[in-house]
């Protein structure tokens, strides 16, 4: 059974820091794209960041470019999103996500989804 749990999720002021995680357990492929989406109220799910864990090879949605960084921990089962200069255009529910590619998630053609972890951001 695959299992994604994501962490790290919480209440911070305009300009701050976050740190969200997410482990997945039971997924038996080495070779994967894990992502980070998020969706915000009456809005559509949009995505973050994606890895694709053999290669470290990372790739972000303009609107975090710079201020998110993603990174994996070393047992490759782990993702972790820093989220910096926050905006409260980055309030949402965040959720990670996996796949064997990142497309396959990006078009939700398949993959398996964690239950999501809220993140706001007040002005």
């Known amino acids: 059974q695959v299992q994604l749990v994501e962490s790290g999720g919480g209440s911070v002021q305009a300009e701050g820091s976050l740190r969200l995680s997410c482990v997945v357990s039971g997924y038996g492929y080495s070779s994967k794209c894990m992502a980070w989406f998020r969706q915000a109220a009456a809005k559509e799910r949009e995505g973050v960041a994606e890895?694709?864990?053999?290669?470290?090879?990372?790739q972000y949605a303009d609107f975090v470019t710079g201020r998110f960084t993603l990174s994996q921990g070393t047992d490759k089962n782990t993702t972790y999103l820093e989220m910096n200069s926050l905006k409260p255009e980055d309030t949402a529910m965040y959720y990670c996500?996996?796949?064997?590619?990142?497309?396959?998630?990006?078009?939700?053609?398949?993959?398996?989804w964690g239950q999501g972890t809220q993140v706001t951001v007040t002005s």
């Open positions: 890895v694709y864990t053999d290669y470290g090879s990372t």
């Open positions: 996500a996996v796949a064997m590619s990142c497309w396959d998630l990006r078009e939700r053609a398949s993959g398996y």
